[in-house]
T-cell receptor
């Protein structure tokens, strides 16, 4: 079945620095979604990408969907303590979503 | 989201006990899902339902059962709990629009510990 992998599993970032987390699917995706889960919280939808090569920005977050629609990335600039949490990507598989294992982001002040 | 509620929020039980986790939503969504979260494994789908008469197994349905009592209610049961079912359980809702799948809305989660 479809597999969605995320790297890295953990990301330690100095406050103010940039970083990127990656999402790779074993199959071509019709779209990809990103969610954020704060510590002790529940996943919250961030964005959905649909088109090949699509790039969307939300303030300091930049999301990209690969040309082949099998991978995606999330780039955060000038990391802040509010960025702490786990970021999940998810791709549709039939009538459901397959989630990646997540990237847990830890910010050092 | 406050529109998706789960009860209980925390539960400690013993091996062999029957446990029911409940989920209610006021979002009017037709689709409901139960996920399990374990550290490093992301969210794994247990069961999902697209309406009251539709129940589907997810990737890890063994040891679990569900009931969709109404459009707004979807409960998850562990018939005979075992320690490796200790996890964080999330209920989620969603709806389909056109050919794409809209986002899912998650409840606050139930932390279950099986001793």
């Amino acid at each position: 079945g479809q597999q969605v992998m995320q790297i890295p599993q953990y990301q330690h970032v100095q406050e103010g620095e940039d970083f990127t987390t990656y999402c790779n699917s074993s199959t071509t995706l019709s779209n990809i979604q990103w969610y954020k889960q704060r510590p002790g919280g529940h996943p919250v939808f961030l964005i959905q990408l649909v088109k090949s090569g699509e790039v969307k920005k939300q303030k300091r977050l930049t999301f990209q969907f690969g040309e082949a629609k099998k991978n995606s990335s999330l780039h955060i600039t000038a990391t802040q303590t509010t960025d702490v949490g786990t970021y999940f990507c998810a791709g549709p598989a039939g009538n459901k979503l397959t989630f990646g294992g997540g990237t847990r982001v830890l910010v050092k002040p | 989201d406050a529109d998706v509620t789960q009860t209980p929020r925390n539960r400690i039980t013993k091996t062999g006990k029957r446990i029911m986790l409940e989920c209610s939503q006021t979002k009017g969504h037709d689709r409901m899902y139960w996920y399990r979260q374990d550290p490093g494994l992301g969210l794994r789908l247990i069961y999902y339902s697209f309406d009251v008469k539709d129940i589907n197994k997810g990737e890890i349905s063994d040891g679990y059962s569900v009931s969709r009592q109404a459009q707004a209610k979807f409960s998850l049961s562990l018939e005979s709990a075992i320690p490796n079912q200790t996890a964080l359980y999330f209920c989620a809702t969603g709806r389909r629009q056109g050919v794409s799948y809209n986002e899912q809305f998650f409840g606050p989660g139930t932390r279950l510990t099986v001793l």
